[in-house]
């Protein structure tokens, strides 16, 4: 089961590495790191994820696209999109996390359909097409989005269960000793206090032109 | 802030990059991903990441160990223990996820100090001297260790707003929209059903021999 990660330039580490340490656990996982072209990738803060394939090489039955900043110039890459339609149309599970939803919209995958990305961030959704939902984890069919950074845990998670059974998953939960315990309840725009969350709005920087 | 991540071969990659994703959007944070040599470290389940650094060259203020089926055998490496005991004395925080804990006891660092690790090692970590809890989070002094994989994301959050006070601890964690909703309760060996622990144990491959 070949599960593909797409990479790419000021890439957040966390969104791919989250589900990465789920779906890689699952029975035939066959993990693969890919980019346009193989070699390493330099994440938005500073460290370097190495991608041993080029994407071209590759036919994933579950896709993976994470975001991060980056994902506003790759965007415009038509090269990637082009892949990420061919690579759709072969896929069992097509996933997003945080904005790289906004690379499966561009691509013209979400048209019409509910889809979920960072908080700050549903108004480019929108652009794409896509009814954006304020949800953790969003399922249409085969194509599964997930909400900011963090939430790609829940939803491989998720993923896992559909694919190997829910007995499977547990178990990837416990071996990845997956009992969140946040010591704060500030994870969510809608919980967290308004100084919090006018600090972080103004930490999310390198927003996409359209959403300012 | 130099914050230094200790890289090896069959580290969990999740170990470093959850504490990662939270610790570097500390304000003034310089995240260095380090191994004994500079270079690429293969992880536990194949993807690879990359330090920019070699570890004689680093002066922590926060050291993070993470763990892996590796820190078995790096455990035995005498040049990473010493590097370890003589960074500790100049850290200001000293941190392991999962059984990067295994690494600070063989170190000789968590002699008669309550600690925590991945659920499956307590007996590992008691045998370096340590008194294991079955805590997320285990503070004591300078020494902060996590339990397995995913906890360092909530170690990490209980560090930053040590450093950086709570208002900027939360505004990181609704950065990431650290709201977690896994979607099953079976993360801790407590509340998962009896078929899972026994499957996730089973899982839980390349233990130290001490455990068996």
Redesign the interface.
């Known amino acids: 089961m070949q599960i593909v990660f797409v990479l790419f330039d000021r890439i957040?580490?966390?969104d791919a590495?989250?589900p990465?340490?789920v779906l890689?656990?699952l029975p035939g996982a066959d993990?693969r790191?890919a980019g346009l072209a193989a070699g390493?990738y330099r994440t938005d803060?500073?460290?370097?994820?190495?991608a041993?394939h080029a994407l071209a090489d590759l036919r994933p039955e579950i896709l993976v696209v994470p975001g991060g900043p980056g994902a506003r110039a790759v965007n415009a890459d038509p090269r990637l999109l082009d892949w990420l339609r061919q690579a759709h149309a072969g896929t069992r599970y097509t996933t997003s996390v945080?904005t790289g939803s906004l690379l499966l919209g561009a691509a013209g995958l979400l048209q019409g359909l509910e889809a979920t990305t960072?908080?700050g961030y549903y108004e480019e959704l929108a652009a794409t097409g896509a009814r954006p939902v304020a949800r953790?984890?969003v399922e249409q069919g085969k194509i599964v989005t997930a909400?900011?950074?963090?939430?790609g845990?829940?939803m491989a998670?998720?993923l896992a269960?559909r694919i190997a059974g829910?007995?499977?998953?547990?178990?990837i939960?416990?071996?990845?000793?997956?009992?969140?315990?946040?010591?704060?309840d500030?994870?969510?725009?809608g919980?967290?206090?308004a100084?919090?969350?006018a600090?972080?709005r103004s930490?999310?920087s390198n927003r996409p032109a359209a959403a300012t």
């Open positions: 957040t580490a966390l590495i989250g990465y340490e890689s656990r993990v790191f390493p803060r500073g460290i370097a994820l190495v041993d945080c960072h908080w953790r984890v909400a900011g950074v963090s939430a845990i829940d998670l998720t269960a829910e007995e499977v998953a547990q178990a939960q416990l071996g990845i000793e997956y009992d969140p315990q946040p010591p704060f500030a994870g969510s725009p919980r967290a206090p100084g919090v969350l600090l972080a930490r999310l």
